[in-house]
């Protein structure tokens, strides 16, 4: 699976959107941006997956680039509870693929 | 639906003790993962399950590490003997089946090896 990148910090305010980038420059044309996110004291939680098409759910919209290199993870109105750290995960999909998690960014929302 | 159970939340143990962490997955998944996390890091897997059979355990160390999945549905972690740098939260989760790609994570089990 492909590396990613992302910043190790990053901090907004509360009720403003958060942009969180990740970068996956080698990535391959049959495989998947997913982001997950994990609050303090909590197990990894799922948030949104694409391929090259925006995606948008309840919780967040991911935004990749055309050229697939690199991709955004958009917070529309940042609460405290959104404080965590955030991970972008490249993967193929299907038999054996696995969640290869990195450092993730740690995302603070400050009142 | 009840999510990922695990068991217990939190366990200190000296060196060279074994230990044993219980995970129920989320009824009806076939798949069902364990993942170790050392402060600071992200999570790294352990060892698959598809129902009661090892898919990947490339990255358990079999020398001190053991798992099982025997009927298919709940499943144990065991370290034995444990060392300094077991230290680290164990994270189990399940999913559908090896093509859903949605993960779902239990709170872990923190464990402190003194």
């Known amino acids: 699976d492909a590396k990613t990148t992302q910043p190790p910090s990053m901090d907004c305010a509360e009720g403003r959107a958060a942009n969180l980038p990740c970068n996956h420059s080698?990535?391959?044309?049959?495989?998947?941006v997913y982001w997950y996110r994990q609050i303090h004291s909590q197990g990894p939680q799922y948030i949104i997956h694409?391929?090259?098409n925006n995606e948008t759910n309840e919780m967040a919209s991911l935004i990749i680039t055309e050229d697939r290199k690199s991709s955004t993870l958009i917070l529309p109105h940042a609460t405290l509870r959104d404080t965590a750290v955030y991970y972008c995960?490249?993967?193929?999909?299907?038999?054996?693929?696995?969640?290869?998690f990195g450092k993730g960014i740690t995302l603070s929302v400050r009142p | 639906e009840a999510g990922v159970a695990q068991s217990p939340r939190y366990k200190i143990i000296e060196k060279r003790q074994s230990v044993a962490f219980w995970c129920n997955p989320i009824?009806?998944?076939?798949?069902l993962y364990w993942y170790q996390q050392i402060l600071g890091q992200g999570p790294k897997l352990l060892i698959q399950?598809?129902?009661?059979?090892?898919?990947?355990d490339s990255q358990l160390p079999k020398d001190r590490f053991s798992a099982e999945r025997l009927k298919g549905v709940d499943s144990t972690l065991k370290i034995q003997p444990a060392k300094l740098e077991d230290s680290a939260v164990y994270l189990c989760?399940?999913?559908?089946?090896?093509?859903?790609?949605?993960?779902?994570f239990g709170p872990g089990t923190r464990l402190l090896v003194l």
């Open positions: 995960i490249v993967r193929v999909t299907g038999a054996n693929s696995k969640l290869t």
């Open positions: 080698t990535i391959s044309g049959n495989e998947y």
């Open positions: 399950f598809q129902n009661n059979g090892v898919v990947d």
């Open positions: 009824s009806g998944h076939a798949t």
């Open positions: 694409g391929l090259k």
């Open positions: 989760a399940s999913s559908l089946s090896v093509h859903q790609e949605t993960q779902y």
